[in-house]
């Protein structure tokens, strides 16, 4: 499984877009990238998956470059119910849709100020 | 209201004691999975099942044992030969042709 690194925390203020960054350099052919988030004490959701250029969401958009080795996630005008864990993950789009390699990292904890 | 549904949300356990932790989908998904989170980490996968009476190992599977009888349940029994119990364990369930797991609220055990 292709492994990712994402930067361990970020600070932004309300109303602000935040991008979080994540690469996977060594990720494969057949791989898709997904990104969840978890608040403390619960269990993580699904926000946004994507393979490759953008993918847009009601919550978010997912930018993806030519190579794939890197992915952005775009959170626009956050809110401080936006401060989470947000995990980054690279995992097989196989037939059967079940991705049960999930690999979690430890996520950016995104803290979102006043 | 379809979901996930874990409980107790808290446990506490003393030492040697075998204990086993509830997860409950009426999603109707086919895949469930046992996930532990010890503080500032990751999800790290204990073990997974695809169908009903067929369960793997995941990456954390030592001290672990589950069961799959019933397609809505994936009891999850931390057994004494666990070293370090006490974490925070997250139950999912994904169907084919979706791209998500659906995670349960968690249940935080504690073993003293």
């Known amino acids: 499984l292709a492994k990712t690194t994402q930067p361990i925390s970020m600070d932004s203020y309300e109303g602000q877009e935040v991008n979080i960054t994540c690469s996977h350099n060594?990720?494969?052919?057949?791989?898709?990238i997904t990104w969840y988030q978890q608040f403390p004490s619960q269990g993580p959701r699904f926000i946004i998956q994507?393979?490759?250029t953008k993918v847009t969401n009601e919550v978010a958009s997912l930018f993806i470059p030519a190579d794939r080795k890197s992915s952005t996630l775009s959170l626009p005008r956050v809110s401080l119910s936006d401060t989470a864990v947000y995990y980054c993950?690279?995992?097989?789009?196989?037939?059967?849709?079940?991705?049960?390699?999930?690999?979690f990292g430890k996520g950016t904890l995104l803290t979102v100020n006043p | 209201d379809g979901g996930i549904t874990q409980s107790p949300k808290y446990l506490f356990r003393k030492e040697g004691q075998n204990v086993t932790l509830s997860c409950e989908q009426n999603l109707n998904h086919d895949a469930m999975y046992w996930y532990r989170q010890d503080p500032g980490q990751g999800l790290r996968l204990i073990y997974y099942?695809?169908?009903?009476?067929?369960?793997q190992k995941g990456d954390i599977a030592e001290g672990y044992s589950v069961s799959r009888e019933k397609k809505e349940s994936f009891p999850l029994t931390v057994t004494s030969a666990q070293k370090n119990p006490t974490a925070f364990y997250l139950c999912?369930?994904?169907?084919?042709?979706?791209?998500?797991?659906?995670f349960g609220p968690g249940t935080r055990l504690t073993v003293t």
């Open positions: 993950l690279v995992a097989p789009g196989d037939s059967g849709g079940s991705n049960y390699k999930l690999t």
């Open positions: 994507g393979y490759k």
């Open positions: 060594n990720i494969a052919t057949n791989d898709y």
């Open positions: 099942s695809q169908i009903v009476n067929d369960f």
């Open positions: 999912a369930s994904s169907t084919p042709g979706e791209d998500e797991q659906y």
